[in-house]
DNA sequence: CCGCGGAAAC
DNA sequence: GGTTTCCGCG
């Protein structure tokens, strides 16, 4: 019935042992950062650093009917998203390098609307890779996970210690546009109202609320004249890279052209479903979306 | 409003 | 390098 704070902690720590090698260090302090926000979006920091404005945005009404996009439900939702809880952090783990094949080999397998995803699953925790394949894959991933074994304790140090991660990958909070999408699509906050899956395994999505997903991707880069005819220019960008396709003669739809493997999915007709393999007594933090 | 890609700045 | 910003055009 209750879950165990340690297990949860003892579950990030070693997800990050498991691809990060930056938490050996004691408790230097490296540089200073200027802005929280960014602090906490390293993963590391985040039960203490949080600002007291992510305290008040963290509680977010279960579902507010209104179709409105408020600022209220869009900043906290972008809390949501880049810190504050562990699964969002155990998600950012999952957008290692690697892609998949191809998105037809993933449509081929017998995948179900739902893919039972490892987050807040303690010890599903090697998955955090994605299927590597042989994309223009701007990244090539060769081994993570070296005999590297740093013990990361998890006490509530009164003094915040700050670390900053200089990782070849992902430095600092720099989840990229396609990863923030990802999160998006997987954050049930946003993912059928603003953001959704027309198409989960083809990798099709749609912009339902052009405007707001730029808020949110403004918010989270420190862009607030953020909006979507500069976000598209990005996701324009990805052509070329072979991250995202458009689907044509559909406006606000984009496809990937490729997807994690463990992507959580959501979509309309699983709405108060939970996607869970096992029968674990769930905490009682079920709230139901719409 | 959406979508496009060049160009340049950041 | 990955956007961000701006733009002309469709």
Redesign the pocket.
């Given at each position: 019935m209750l879950q165990q704070p340690e297990l949860i902690f003892d579950f990030a720590s070693d997800h990050f042992n498991s691809s990060q090698v930056y938490l050996e260090y004691p408790a230097v302090v490296v540089e200073q950062v200027p802005h929280q926000h960014l602090l906490s979006y390293t993963g590391l920091t985040d039960e203490q650093s949080q600002t007291e404005d992510h305290h008040e945005l963290l509680k977010v009404e279960p579902c507010e009917s209104g179709e409105e996009e408020t600022m209220e439900t869009l900043v906290a939702a972008d809390s949501l998203l880049n810190m504050d809880c562990v699964d969002t952090l155990s998600l950012e783990q999952h957008y290692s390098q690697a892609f998949l094949p191809s998105l037809s080999d993933v449509i081929t397998a017998p995948v179900t609307q739902v893919t039972v995803s490892a987050e807040g699953v303690v010890g599903a925790i090697d998955q955090s890779q994605w299927l590597n394949g042989e994309r223009p894959a701007?990244q090539l991933q060769s081994k993570k996970r070296a005999g590297k074994k740093a013990r990361h304790r998890r006490a509530e140090s009164p003094t915040p210690d700050i670390k900053v991660k200089k990782d070849k990958y992902n430095k600092g909070n720099t989840l990229?546009?396609?990863q923030f999408l990802m999160e998006l699509l997987q954050d049930r906050q946003v993912c059928p109202r603003y953001i959704k899956w027309t198409d989960p395994q083809a990798g099709i999505f749609k912009l339902v609320n052009?405007?707001a997903v730029a808020r949110l991707?403004g918010k989270h880069?420190n862009?607030p004249?953020?909006n979507?005819?500069?976000?598209?220019?990005?996701l324009?960008?990805y052509?070329q890279?072979g991250i995202l396709n458009?689907v044509?003669g559909?406006?606000?739809?984009y496809q990937f052209t490729s997807l994690p493997e463990d992507m959580v999915y959501i979509t309309d007709g699983d709405c108060g479903k939970e996607e869970e393999d096992d029968d674990h007594d769930r905490s009682g933090n079920d709230e139901d979306v719409c």
């Open positions: 701007a990229y546009l396609w052009s405007k991707w880069k862009k004249d953020m979507y005819e500069t976000m598209g220019r990005a324009r960008y052509y890279r458009k044509e559909q406006r606000l739809v």
